[in-house]
């Protein structure tokens, strides 16, 4: 060997075991360990180096430790590890890696000796692929080792359980003797053969694990006590066991031969299942019947047509009283939101009938009425009624009362517009009377409070479905006779009219200001005094006729300007009117100016 290969063999000696002792002769190696054997670089075979069997068992120890207990939550290192795809490593970094992703801590001559094991090509690196390669080995070898010794320690335990049941069953479970009792009565035997017949009864033969096998050969009284027990959970007293004995001991020795009772066994069982079968079945028969006579009962009770009450001994009041309700029914029609009619199909007896009037349209009739009905919609008298002819009949009354009402709102407001233009001919009557209107007295929240009375004479025309009681001010019983009953207040939307352009205003002559019913004849109208302001234009011919038509009384034109029109603020009520239609009320010129 050369001086030059025999150095770098000390380097590497003392990197895994310290530095050697320079008086020791250079071709004798230091052995610490017994163990130690000498491996041969593959690169160079005159190199020797020294590794030491224990280190690389205790690491490699150490990583299959942690690998076997690698689990989910150790996945990101595998993942990391997953990742090296090319590249190496030298013996620090290979170091570091173990540290920090396993937290395995190794000395240097465990991490030489790792080095070595990883290296497979002895470039004195570990490439990333190797390393991957012989660290999955070892995991799948770790976890696999890791299961084994769950296993063996699974094991071990079993083994000390069954040890520790059988010292239990040996110190305290010791076999007794059987007691029989030799004096049994009938009943004892009659109850152990029971007992035997209803295990015999479910025993089921053919099965992979014969538990007949036990009684083979010759059985003394307490083994066949106890097999009896521990096959079929059979309980015997000392009289019932007595009973057995003396029933299966054909020779009458005090044993009990096996083959004898399995065949005497065999013959219970086939006796027991055979009885047991012929029970089902006549508990089956007797369910059966029992649920055949229920049946026949509700089938004759639901076949059983029920009688409607009807009565055709009928009157004419009572022919009326039906189609009123009916027709009342038929007015408020709505096809599209009633209840469906498909239950007036084919031919309906009066109970189905009644049913159907019932379910529709929510109809109740007394005896008589339904035979009404049932007389007035029956064509043929069969005692039935088409219900296809009872829906064309029931429309057409619809349409007729629907009508029928049209007819009878138009009638009523005719009648109340009659009513309307008497009440307000009698208003005019008393506004172009001489005497004085009385004061009425109504609620507050019957008159507006906002409402500017009339003042002049001026032509009103008001057009909307209102309340004339409210403008017109007229007394409760006037408004009453107008709809028929008191008015409702409902809500109030108030309205401003424009200002209608008044005619010229006049004034009273002061004696004109004095009772009318002192003079009884009406003067004439004074002349207009000349005065150097312009004169004040008389009354057209138009005017002179509407005022003398209410009256002869002479009146003089004010000498001064007109005010500005009023304006008329009326409250029309939203609340539902008895009627609705639209009015005009036209109120005339007064003959004289009044204070509402």
């Known amino acids: 060997m050369s001086f030059h290969a025999l150095t770098q063999a000390l380097r590497r000696v003392e990197e895994m075991t310290g530095p050697i002792d320079q008086a020791a002769p250079a071709s004798v190696s230091p052995m610490p360990f017994e163990d130690e054997y000498f491996i041969g670089c593959p690169n160079d075979f005159d190199l020797v180096e020294l590794e030491k069997k224990p280190h690389l068992e205790k690491a490699l120890d150490k990583i299959r430790a942690v690998a076997g207990s690698m ?7 595998q993942e990391r590890i997953k990742q090296m795809d090319f590249g ?3 013996r620090k970094g290979f170091g570091e890696l173990l540290s920090s ?27 990333f692929v190797e390393f991957k ?57 009659v109850q152990a053969l029971r007992k035997v017949a209803k295990a015999a009864s479910v025993f089921e033969f053919g099965q992979r694990d014969n538990p007949l096998k036990v009684f083979e050969g010759t059985l003394d009284p307490t083994s066949f006590r106890d097999q009896l027990f521990n096959v079929f959970r059979i309980r015997l007293t000392p ?22 009772f399995k065949l005497e066994f065999c013959r219970i069982s086939e006796a027991a299942k055979k009885a047991m079968k012929l029970a089902n079945e006549q508990q089956a028969l007797k369910v059966r019947t029992h649920y055949d006579a229920l049946q026949e009962r509700s089938l004759a009770k639901f076949n059983k047509a029920p009688q409607a009450k009807i009565s055709f001994d009928f009157q004419e009041m009572d022919y009326k009283s039906a189609m009123k309700k009916l027709g009342r029914v ?8 009633a209840q469906s009619t498909r239950g007036f199909e084919g031919l309906l007896d009066p109970f189905a009938f009644k049913q159907q009037l019932q379910r529709c349209f929510s109809l109740h009739f007394n005896p008589k009425e339904l035979g009404a009905i049932v007389d007035h919609f029956d064509k043929d008298k069969n005692g039935f009624i088409d219900g296809s002819e009872f829906l064309v009949g029931f429309y057409t009354l619809s349409q007729k009362e629907k009508r029928r009402e049209r007819l009878k709102v138009k009638a009523d407001s005719e009648t109340r517009g009659i009513l309307l233009e008497k009440t307000v001919a009698k208003l005019r009557k008393k506004i172009n009377s001489n005497k004085k209107l009385p ?4 609620p507050a929240n019957w008159m507006p409070k906002n409402i500017d009375r009339v003042k002049t004479a001026a032509a009103l025309d008001v057009s909307d479905d209102i309340r004339l009681g409210k403008l017109l001010s007229i007394s409760m019983e006037e408004t009453k006779s107008i709809y028929g009953r008191n008015p409702r207040p409902g809500k109030s939307r108030t309205r401003v009219l424009d200002p209608i352009p008044d005619p ?5 002559s002061p004696k004109d200001r004095e009772d009318p019913e002192e003079h009884d004849e009406p003067e004439e109208p004074k002349e207009p005094e000349e005065t150097d302001e312009p004169a004040i234009p008389s009354p057209s011919a138009d005017e002179k006729s509407l005022g003398s038509s209410y009256g002869s009384e002479s009146f003089e034109a004010e000498s001064s300007s007109p005010p500005p029109p009023p304006k008329m603020v009326v409250s029309i009520s939203e609340g539902s009117p008895c009627f609705s239609m639209r009015y005009t009320v036209r109120l005339l010129p007064i003959n004289k100016q009044r204070t509402f």
Not at 103 to 127: C, M, P, S, W
Not at 141 to 161: E, F
Not at 330 to 337: G, I, M, N, T
Not at 439 to 442: A, D, L, Y
């Open 239 to 260: 009289s019932q066991l007595g009973a057995l004995l003396s029933h299966f001991d054909g020779d009458g020795d005090g044993t009990i031969d096996g083959t004898e």
């Open 330 to 337: 038929a007015l408020f029609y709505d096809p599209e939101r």
């Open 504 to 508: 010229p205003r006049f004034h009273e």
């Open 101 to 127: 992703l396993f937290n395995i801590k190794i000395n240097r001559h465990e991490l030489a000796a790792l080095q070595r094991y990883f290296d497979k090509d002895g470039d004195g690196t570990v490439d």
């Open 88 to 90: 190496s490593m030298d």
């Open 439 to 442: 004061r009425i007295k109504k």
């Open 133 to 189: 390669t012989l660290f999955f080995k070892l995991v799948r070898s770790g976890q696999a080792a890791v299961k084994d010794k769950q296993k063996r320690a699974a094991l071990r335990v079993k083994r000390k359980m069954d040890k520790l049941a059988r010292e239990h069953q040996d110190r305290h479970c010791k076999p007794r003797g059987a007691k029989v009792d030799t004096n049994f009565k009938e009943k004892h035997k």
């Open 71 to 77: 689990d989910k939550t150790m996945l990101d290192k």
